[in-house]
């Protein structure tokens, strides 16, 4: 039976916690006889960052090929001490780079997509009795380069490694506790959640709530491995991430808030077929990750369209949304930094009408103007004034979650 | 034709420095159009003692793979850097590991040889005119796994790779401006040389002088490659090592002061063949490096043994000492850790005799006393008080170099 288990940076940022992983898995090891560990690690805490910045120190215009294999370095530092701190403790251990526990991937390096696996040289280090640590995040590709699958992809290494492992089990450790109703450094009512839906999770990923990497868990869901998440500090019981539970799903199961997006309107847009896919597909191309997209009702053939961005990303966004306004006889181009995005997420949305009003009755019973609103299956985001961001978060979290 | 040069830590130890060692490298390659460059680094400054000292924290007991491939990551993160700063600044660039650039050595990890070279991809990459920028001091065993070559090799791995490629010439920088006289630190009065022979550079690193590794001096001696070596940082010409210029060699071409080692005495040893390898080496095994060595004339069939260690083995070298005097029957073990060694390196004096003495009179003038003396026939030792040391340092440069 083989377990994987991902460490992020947090967990490994110094020495002591290395030591400290090292102790938790040479640990559970004796405690669990006969079961294999595979354990993928990422970079020590801060590490990447650290090299992107002298990356863009030397250089004006960064290569894919030598950025990675810069950025490579990062897991396998790692790898290698928490390898050396576990045998210090008396448990065999070896440590394999991504190329040598046959990851491979397309050659689109810094953001390469896994192609499959060759688990070979895994398996066989599992049959000698070692526990195997895999350094996340990176690959190698049909010519032999390295190469790195993006930034957080450490988890999405985890769980590819658990489906061609046929493992029992993926656990993602990390300095947080597991998976709130809420953020509870913003919301001291927020309670750990102790199951919760692919899909559920994966909203809240693209509402910036920090749970894991999206793609891991896309993964995840495809090949239905559960995953626990929980902290690699702690003892206390994370949180699981699988299909929808058997108990009946909360109506509401998570609240987020995210206070780093802007956004941006384009007026007076001529209402044809089309006309969405010319104005965002060259956002797209640029790299900029849109949002919530809102298109008001045309009158007299026009209509504005609203959609938000990382404010990171608004300036870029401004000057491309304006040469397309131009393209396509549209009017202004405006914008606005200081909104919040409020979200609730829940399965039992689906089966109960009406969240969407009681969500809107609180906020504007806590007289909180809602600027967007955008619906899905099991999510309804709505835009409000950043300086009511936490006051929406708060009340919003009090109506629904018990 | 192909010129490799050699970079280390210290011309590499910032962004900005890479970035001036890039330039370097762009300029070189203009003004010299035709000519191939391979470019070998050591890790950025700094990185390898990071490293060790992270190791030294999360195990008691480092074991060699896992040590070796953390500390590769060093010249991976250095050539990955400077390849990109190469590119950044319009010439073509590639980075390769020591196992990309062919570097096949044994399998003793941490302290590797190189038994061959594969020089196919280099040349590859430089006929699609690239500048190669290869990762020194690592290499990779039959088993396919990284090896290292030991504290300073990426010396080493630019000569070979020198020997391997037929390159026209192999020019090592680092942050000082060649090789003096004597320290010019410690010496104002010091020179720099602009030749010297293989012969005395060797004897210069056995001395403690920070000129080069000793096993890439031996190396290039042995192929006949001579060794440009000079400063990063600066335009000035440095110092050529090759073989016996055609000029008169001077009597006395550099003054070394080495005041990090310690004397160690075993007294009323039985003088009989054999007893010195008994005494050194398990000395050996512990893989201390012993350096003078003198042997008393013997006095009714027993002699005293003295001999010097590196300050910082003398306490492991009394604990061996200790054990072998009392199986072989003999006294005491003394030590003195007040002591300097001064040396003058010279081909000059093997045509000259009397350079021994004219050392000894003159420190004799100074008042300084002489507790140990060796010779070689291009060098001699003396080991001095060691708050006598640069006083005989200085004294000795003033009576030889002119």
Redesign the interface.
Known sequence: MIIVQKYGGSSLAT??R??NV?KKIVAFRRRKKGISLVIVVSAMGGTTDR?IN??N???????G???D??LA?GE??S???????I??QGSSA??LTGAEAGVITDRAHTKAKILSLDTGRIREELKRGRIVIVAGFQGISDEGEITTLGRGASDLSAVALAKALDAEQCEIFSNVKGIYTADPSKVRAAKKISQISYDEALEMAGCGAQVMQGRAIELAKKFGIPLFTGSSFSKEKGTIICKEPIVEAPLVSNVTLNEAEAKVSIFRVLDRPGIAARIFAPIARAGINVDMIVQNVSKAGYTDLSFTVAIEELERTIKIAKKIARQIGAGNVGFDKDVARVSIIGLGMISHPGVAARMFSVLAKNGINIKMITTSEIKISTVVPKKDGKKALRAVHKEFIK
Chains 1, 2 share one sequence.
Not at 57 to 63: D, F, H, R, W
Not at 79 to 85: D, E, P
């Open positions: 020495a002591a290395i030591r090292a090299l002298l990356a120190m030397v250089s004006k215009s960064l290569q090929r030598e950025l294999r810069l370095t396998e530092v790898s290698s001490l928490l390898a050396l701190a045998r210090s070896i440590s």
